[in-house]
């Protein structure tokens, strides 16, 4: 994306403040909120914009300027009514991705329901993962293969389409190789270089991560 996105993270446990440091430590600009003020003060050498306030009221999210925020990460999984009223206050006044962590399946759906469009349990994708997702603009998944290898999903760019991958040659380009291709919940690993790609694709994409960052 050619617009760099600003993101706030609500509640600092162990899996927001995972969150919160890997979205600064690769330049993001990151909120992040806890109601413990002995916690943002221990946060703050790591994450320099953290303030101590109550996101479950209405005027404090109003004051401290969620509403410009793109993306909004509530990790407070252990507090279910915190969680929900965020969430809905979060929608309400326009916030367009917000993402919550969750603690078992009733608390999913019950988070899916206000509004939440997307949740996450800690147990199968932990904090830095989840922001390394967030960050990775275009990547719909990414699993690391090792600390500098990964394989992502990726959607088909709008200039990709009606060109075949021998065309566009992403392997001499970016040294990733394209391993298979999704389109109609089906997966093909016998891939035609030739063939069109289509915007219903979706591309199974191994590299490093370094050249993968440049399909961005």
Do not use: H
Request: hydrophobic residues 45%; negative net charge.
């Amino acid at each position: 994306m050619s617009i760099k996105q600003t993101y706030a993270v609500f509640g600092l446990g162990r899996y927001g403040w995972a969150v919160a440091k890997e979205l600064v430590k690769n330049g993001a600009e990151v909120l992040a909120i806890d109601a413990d003020e002995d916690i943002v003060n221990a946060a703050i050498g790591e994450i320099p914009y953290c303030k101590c306030a109550d996101i479950t009221e209405a005027e404090v999210i109003r004051q401290l300027g969620i509403a410009n925020i793109d993306v909004v990460i509530i990790a407070m999984a252990n507090n279910l009514e915190a969680s929900v009223m965020a969430i809905m206050l979060c929608k309400e006044i326009g916030v367009g991705t917000v993402i919550a962590k969750c603690s078992n399946e009733m608390d999913c759906k019950i988070m899916s329901k206000v509004g939440a469009d997307r949740v996450v349990f800690p147990e199968s994708e932990s904090g830095s993962r989840l922001a390394k997702n967030l960050l990775s603009s275009g990547f719909v998944d990414l699993i690391e293969l090792s600390k500098d290898v990964s394989m992502i999903e990726l959607e088909v760019k709008e200039d990709w389409v009606g060109k075949s991958l021998l065309q566009l040659d992403l392997r001499r380009k970016y040294a990733v190789n394209i391993v298979a291709i999704l389109q109609d919940e089906k997966v093909c690993i016998s891939i035609d270089p030739e063939k069109p790609l289509e915007k219903t694709m979706k591309l199974i994409a191994i590299g490093n991560v370094s050249k993968l960052n440049k399909l961005k």
